[in-house]
């Protein structure tokens, strides 16, 4: 990714960090700062390079820094990049510019200072500031807002901070330690590890300590209150048979739970778009006459089928379009090429033949792979390129005749899949999606998992403001007997 002022040849990765390596003169010079800046995998790729590339032009190509972006995901649950950036600043001709400079020492009056020696005292001064500390906190904070936006537009509830237990004020939870890669990999094959089993008594520690908050909750009849709230049809044996209408309403209940420690004037404003949004999606699943989640869940598939229809079709219209333009290009080698090879069947003698194949093996091995690509599509040269031409217009046309199709059902699945995304934060086991073998995936666990973590998580906070109050009045009596007695 290049600012305005860079070689455009610098897009090339090799032809970049050559011209970077060879700017330094000392061999200790360092040439790059390299990051690995982690992605919520709640997005999907697509999402999360638009979150990346957007944050990384924010935040250092707008300064006029070179970023080397790579994006990996081997499908372990956890996509990440690795980026390096450029060091030193460039003129507006894309020359590369000291990374610094002197400058006379002024006094407060803004005169040169003269040292003992009778020279003018000079110091050495950064030409930019991009490694000052204060960096390191502005890039975190940054990337915590840009993933936190990033959710929200994905429609999702899940929230970043960037800050550790402490500096959240968070006293009785202890923070799990970075496994890194190699742990991680050890861990999933199901190999023990140091590391591993240190988070392991974390978690079980965290998890003795939310299991208390959870007895406590049970002791106030407001537990038994807040569950007939958030699960008003808890009765129904059947997770599909509930009301979509009722179901959103509960969502609704949930989020504003949720807020409850938010200030009045961002809770209201957070409400007041929620609303809105439940009401666009209830008039939404009106037009389709969806009420139950059972059918929501049938038209999602039907739609998500029809989807795969529609994006075969246009993957096969444009490999057909790439499989034309592979035949015309061969075409034109076979037929710019057809001299050379003439020539070297026609040498007789073979010392004569070897050295013309010799001086001239690119171009017979690419004569060779032209005509094999011309054979397995049972065609021979020349081919009739007016025609072949013709068939790719007509499958243009088509796939640009499919794309309001497409764009429309893409729209219609998103507005699907959010309102599923929504019904399972309520009722956390409804519409789970299967993989093609029919078992649910590693991430669909895990979502269930998160959501009914999600609504554990807001009885143990609820309960706990319920409790505490009871506990500190408590106190002031006993202090108040005490005080009587004495």
Request: glycine share 4%; charged share 30%.
């Amino acid at each position: 990714m290049l600012p305005h002022n860079a070689p455009p040849e610098y897009a090339d990765r090799q032809t970049l960090w050559n011209a970077v390596d060879a700017a330094e003169k000392s061999n200790k010079a360092q040439t790059a700062r390299r990051f690995t800046i982690t992605l919520p995998r709640e997005l999907t790729f697509e999402r999360n390079l638009a979150l990346i590339r957007d944050y990384c032009t924010r935040q250092f190509v707008d300064k006029g820094m070179i970023c080397d972006l790579y994006y990996h995901d081997s499908g372990n649950g956890n996509p990440h990049v690795h980026l390096m950036l450029t060091m030193r600043a460039m003129d507006e001709n894309g020359r590369w510019l000291p990374k610094t400079k002197t400058a006379y020492v002024l006094d407060e009056n803004g005169q040169r200072i003269q040292g003992d020696n009778g020279r003018w005292l000079r110091e050495r001064m950064d030409t930019v500031d991009w490694n000052d500390q204060k960096y390191a906190e502005i890039w975190r904070h940054e990337w915590e807002i840009a993933q936190n936006n990033a959710l929200e537009a994905a429609g999702r509830t899940e929230r970043i901070d960037m800050r550790s237990y402490e500096r959240q004020g968070i006293t009785d939870l202890e923070p799990q330690i970075h496994l890194g890669p190699e742990a991680a990999a050890l861990e999933r094959k199901g190999i023990p590890t140091t590391r591993g089993e240190h988070n392991w008594e974390i978690k079980h520690v965290n998890a003795l300590i939310r299991g208390l908050q959870k007895t406590i909750a049970a002791l106030g009849e407001w537990l038994h209150g807040i569950k007939e709230t958030l699960s008003r049809h808890e009765t129904i044996s059947n997770p599909d048979d509930y009301n979509l209408g009722e179901v959103l309403l509960s969502y609704l209940e949930l989020r504003k739970a949720d807020r409850e420690f938010w200030d009045h004037r961002a809770r209201t404003k957070a409400s007041l778009k929620d609303l809105q949004a439940i009401l666009n999606a209830i008039s939404f699943l009106k037009e389709r006459e969806l009420d139950t989640v059972y059918a929501l869940g049938e038209y999602l598939s039907r739609t998500d089928a029809h989807m795969n229809e529609l994006r075969k079709k246009v993957r096969d219209k444009e490999q057909r379009i790439r499989d034309i333009d592979a035949l015309l290009n061969a075409d034109k080698i076979v037929h710019d090429l057809q001299p050379v090879y003439s020539e070297y069947s026609n040498i007789r003698w073979k010392s004569a033949k070897e050295r013309f194949a010799t001086a001239h093996a690119d171009e017979l091995e690419q004569y060779k792979k032209a005509q094999r690509l011309l054979h397995k599509f049972g065609l021979s040269h020349p081919i009739d390129r007016k025609s072949l031409r013709a068939e790719k217009a007509q499958l243009e046309q088509e796939i640009e005749a499919l794309r309001p199709d497409v764009e429309a059902v893409q729209a219609e699945l998103d507005e699907l899949k959010t309102v599923r995304y929504w019904v399972r934060k309520v009722v956390p086991d409804a519409l789970p999606s299967r993989a093609e073998n029919g078992k649910s995936s590693l991430y669909e666990t895990m979502q269930t998992a998160q959501s009914k973590k999600d609504l554990s998580d807001l009885l143990d906070r609820s309960a706990k403001q319920v409790i505490e109050p009871n506990q500190v009045e408590t106190q002031r009596t006993l202090q108040r007997q005490r005080n009587e007695t004495l």
